[in-house]
T-cell receptor, first 113, second 115 residues
Framework: GDSVTQMEGPVTLSEEAFLTINCTYTATGYPSLFWYVQYPGEGLQLLLKATKADDKGSNKGFEATYRKETTSFHLEKGSVQVSDSAVYFCALSVKAAGNKLTFGGGTRVLVKP | ETGVTQSPTHLIKTRGQQVTLRCSSQSGHNTVSWYQQALGQGPQFIFQYYREEENGRGNFPPRFSGLQFPNYSSELNVNALELDDSALYLC??????????????FGQGTRLTVV
């Protein structure tokens, strides 16, 4: 079946540090890939997405590149802020599965001033 | 805000009871998916409703059931509650007619505690 594996947290960083969160996947079809963010007490918000190999999704300074050869979709940000403290989820969807989202376990990021 | 609203926001139930959670989808959306997010874990797909029909189900027992109404709002019903049902329940609204890559918008969730 489909699955997503992402690095466990928590990840603790200082402000302006570089952030990388690793994500790898297995999928029965050709997936679309997503990063969602969850701030404390809130639901999930789509951060960025990529729909085919070598696509780069980007938003709010975050980037992730769809790597089909390594089945990966790592999230990066060059300079984090305290406001980036949240839980980040990597996810995939496959059309044959009705576009349901399959999520990784989440990575908590804490940015200290 | 996404325009997807869930009610109630918090709920405490006793083991063995039944619960109904509600989700109002975003205007123009015809698809609602429900997810269970246990503490410290990623959301797990429960089922999806598309144009009032169940359209896909995850690995959840039959005591988890749902409905979608003509206005595309939805309910999640859980019978015979167990302690392990304690979780954040999220609904996601989308328009499946727009294809695979259409964005799903999440509500803020209902926090269910079973005691």
């Amino acid at each position: 079946g489909d699955s997503v594996t992402q690095m466990e947290g928590p990840v603790t960083l200082s402000e302006e540090a570089f952030l990388t969160i690793n994500c790898t996947y297995t999928a029965t079809g050709y997936p679309s890939l997503f990063w969602y963010v969850q701030y404390p007490g809130e639901g999930l918000q789509l951060l960025l997405k990529a729909t085919k190999a070598d696509d780069k999704g980007s938003n709010k300074g975050f980037e992730a590149t769809y790597r089909k050869e390594t089945t990966s979709f790592h999230l990066e940000k060059g300079s984090v802020q305290v406001s980036d403290s949240a839980v980040y989820f990597c996810a995939l969807s496959v059309k044959a599965a009705g576009n349901k989202l399959t999520f990784g376990g989440g990575t908590r990021v804490l940015v200290k001033p | 805000e996404t325009g997807v609203t869930q009610s109630p926001t918090h709920l405490i139930k006793t083991r063995g009871q039944q619960v109904t959670l509600r989700c109002s989808s975003q205007s123009g959306h015809n698809t609602v998916s429900w997810y269970q997010q246990a503490l410290g874990q990623g959301p797990q797909f429960i089922f999806q409703y598309y144009r009032e029909e169940e359209n896909g189900r995850g690995n959840f027992p039959p005591r988890f059931s749902g409905l979608q109404f003509p206005n595309y709002s939805s309910e999640l019903n859980v019978n015979a509650l167990e302690l392990d049902d304690s979780a954040l329940y999220l609904c996601a609204s989308s328009n499946r007619d727009l294809g695979q890559n259409t964005e799903a918008f999440f509500g803020q969730g209902t926090r269910l505690t079973v005691v």
